[in-house]
């Protein structure tokens, strides 16, 4: 018979790659986790982990098992989740990755109001790109993701919770300033200051502007950075421009402005989650307060202005 216990060790060895760091997220002994696990294979009469391997890999049976453990995990902790929706009782934990080019400006609108709202509920947060929060909601290292969408992602689920409009921040010196109802399509990159490599934003620019590349090999001084706040920096203090979601434009900085393309391409900001989602009643309030604390014109958005990036 096998145990949700045995398919907890199965899906941390999985998820860690390793038996010692899987004993110790799971306050077990190593040897207390791989008997467990042995037991389990030995009762299924096949192998879940090649041992052989550095790390260790599941088998082509074992990933089949483990993706079935997780969804009987998540089912499981379904139930505390139903009595606690009866008991309209709003409590328990939540781990959420967040993307860099929204957590500055979305998370100080909706935290206060949050944790005050529902002081029984700890809310972790955690910034990481997109690539890095799908893959710890495939491997439930975090519950919820916030980031823009369309993924197009197997196995994760979107949410869509608001839509940015794409806008030109602008040094007044650069000839843009002197523009309105700007086409994307006829910018370059030249004085174009970019975020790096990895960001959704990034890639988001890129196709919006239908650049190839964001080099410019006739600069003396190329940057691209992590921080749209140090993005805007460099505009103000070293002319050129950028793209700026509209969370990121904040109170206008002397000597820069703001231009709008006649297009008002959108982003799309949603939650993302697994299909083995269990903490829906936390996830619904969580929508409820983000939306509450943006401008409600941003709740609803032209989907046919909505920009990929993938």
């Not at 990755?97 to 609108?109: D, R």
């Amino acid at each position: 018979m096998i145990t949700l216990i045995q398919m907890e060790y199965i899906v941390a060895v999985d998820t860690y790659r390793h038996f010692v760091t899987a004993s110790e997220k799971c306050f077990v002994t190593q040897p207390t986790l791989s008997m467990q696990i042995k037991k389990l294979e030995d009762n299924l009469g096949v192998i879940v982990f090649d041992r052989t391997k550095q790390p260790i890999i599941p088998t082509e049976i074992g990933n089949k098992i483990i993706e079935q453990a997780r969804v009987t995990l998540a089912e499981s902790k379904r139930i505390i989740e139903i009595v606690k929706e009866h008991n309209d009782t709003i409590t328990g934990d939540i781990t959420v990755g967040i993307i860099p080019s929204l957590a500055p400006y979305l998370l100080p609108l909706f935290i206060g109001d949050f944790t005050k709202t529902y002081p029984d509920v700890k809310l972790k947060v955690v910034e990481l790109l997109t690539d890095n929060i799908i893959e710890d909601l495939k491997k439930d290292k975090i519950d919820l993701g916030i980031l823009v969408t369309p993924l197009k992602e197997k196995g994760v689920i979107e949410k869509p919770l608001f839509y940015e409009e794409m806008a030109l921040f602008v040094n007044e010196s650069h000839p843009i300033a002197n523009k309105n109802n700007i086409d994307a399509s006829v910018l370059d990159n030249n004085d174009l200051w970019m975020l790096n490599n990895g960001h959704c934003f990034r890639s988001q620019v890129m196709n919006l502007c239908k650049l190839k590349s964001a080099a410019n090999d006739s600069s003396q001084f190329e940057y691209e950075s992590g921080s749209l706040e140090t993005i805007k920096k460099f505009v103000e203090k070293e002319g050129g421009y950028t793209l700026l979601p509209e969370l990121a434009i904040g109170n206008p900085i002397e000597g820069t402005s703001i231009k709008h393309f006649n297009s008002k391409p959108l982003r799309e900001v949603s939650f993302a989650y697994t299909r083995n989602y269990s903490k829906r009643r936390l996830m619904e309030v969580l929508a409820d307060s983000i939306k509450k604390s943006i401008p409600k014109k941003m709740l609803e958005g032209d989907k046919s202005n909505i920009v990929e990036w993938r």
